[in-house]
């Protein structure tokens, strides 16, 4: 184990050397061993790199061996069986993984890494947590960077569906980064693992992460990338999926958002649009039988019980007794004598998707077209064409006052 750390560990070698040298030698002790002659046959190797391999000091080995000890983290090479195949075969695997958690059968499972901004809005940030939940619903593992932002939501959102979860981080696995994150770090590591091929201490670095994303693609079958801007570390993550060969999901944003730039083109250029985790799921369930599937259960997979607790108000329940059991001189309001509160479960039972949304925003009130653009934080066409399709089959209705309110409502 400690000439893995050696050859990771040591300066002046690039991640390119390694893979060169373990490609050639098949094992990091073969290279410790190696002489001159037969580094001399390495093809392509440097000779600042045939430098770096003079030094043969093992203390920093020992040094990381001693502190993985300590805090229970596993190292695991590309010699171990627990290390992912999907990694293994792209261009510059890393040698060494640090694992604090337990190791997933990434091989072995659906596997769907949700990126996006950190500077997400709140279209943003309620998407990715309801898709991270959707995937795990369906059968998926999630992984992501665990940064602010996209990358939180969507590990939160999986993490309530009780589904496995993997953080692939650019700094060391006992280093939280970033410090908001502390709880989320705790629970992915109790419910799933954290990775970084960093050794324990590292400290997060820019340089670090666009280079961590070649995992966080290859681990994963897909690339659903939930809000990003123009530029933006999301889309380094979606270019490494394409050049590995895995599928890439765009969720799609308000033309005018300079935060979902990135996902529109996206889309434009032939990502698959994704609305909801069954979108991303749907066709990796030939390939996973009995794991993968449409699974709703008892929550709608376009909001989990969370938001859609955040989005209705509390509901009275139904009086069983007749109302003339109040005190003669009490006033009885009782809202349940509305058609929309009577009919609700009725009426999110038959729709979905933005549909379902309109409906729920409008359960509490009528709304003018403009403040659902805004709550629902969907593109005005969508709210538009949602609201046609619902007023057509008698949903809403749209009065004088130009406010939009359940049929039946008053649109006071």
């Known amino acids: ?114 990126v996006g901004t950190r500077r997400a809005t709140a279209y943003g940030i309620r998407s990715a947590k309801r898709l991270g939940y959707q995937i795990g619903r369906c059968g998926g593992t999630l992984v992501s960077g665990m940064a602010l932002g996209i990358d939180a939501a969507a590990m939160e959102g999986a993490l309530s569906a009780g589904a496995p979860v993997a953080g692939v981080l650019g700094c060391g696995v006992d280093v939280v980064y970033p410090a908001e994150n502390r709880a989320l770090f705790r629970d992915v590591a109790q419910w799933g693992c954290l990775l970084s091929e960093y050794p324990p201490g590292t400290r997060p670095e820019g340089r670090h992460f666009p280079v961590r994303n070649r995992i966080l693609s290859a681990l994963s079958l897909g690339v659903l990338v939930v809000e990003a801007p123009q530029r933006s570390g999301a889309l380094i993550t979606a270019s490494h999926a394409l050049e590995q060969g895995r599928d890439v999901f765009a969720v799609p944003g308000a033309i005018d958002s300079p935060a979902s730039e990135g996902t529109n083109r996206l889309i434009r250029d032939g990502a698959m649009l994704a609305t909801n985790g069954w979108d991303v799921m749907r066709d990796y369930a030939p390939l996973f039988p009995g794991k993968v599937g449409y699974r709703p259960g008892g929550q709608s997979l376009d909001l989990t019980t969370e938001q859609q607790r955040e989005a209705l108000p509390e509901q009275p329940e139904k009086q069983e007794k007749p109302a003339q059991t109040a005190a003669p001189d009490e006033k009885v309001f009782d809202k349940t004598e509305s058609r929309p509160y009577i009919e609700l479960d009725t009426i999110l039972s038959g729709v979905e998707g933005d549909e379902r949304t309109l409906v729920m925003q409008l359960a509490e009130k009528p709304l003018t077209t403009d403040e659902l653009i805004e709550r629902s934080q969907l593109p005005a066409a969508r709210v538009m064409a949602s609201l046609t399709l619902l007023e057509i089959r008698g949903v809403v209705r749209c009065g004088h006052d130009k406010r939009v309110s359940l049929a039946g409502a008053e649109s006071s």
């Open 1 to 114: 184990m400690k000439y893995w750390l050696w050859l990771t560990n040591l300066q002046g070698l690039t991640l390119r050397d390694q893979t060169l040298l373990l490609r050639h030698f098949g094992a990091a002790n073969e290279v410790y061993f190696a002489g001159g002659d037969l580094l001399s046959h390495v093809e392509g190797l440097s000779q600042s790199a045939r430098r770096a391999l003079e030094d043969k000091n093992l203390d920093t080995a020992d040094r990381i061996l001693s502190a993985c000890y300590e805090k229970h983290i596993q190292i695991i090479t590309m010699q171990d069986a627990a290390y992912p195949n999907r990694l293994r075969a792209i261009d510059q695997p890393p040698p060494v993984l640090y694992c604090q958690g337990r190791m997933l059968p990434f091989d072995a499972q659906p596997v769907v890494a949700v």
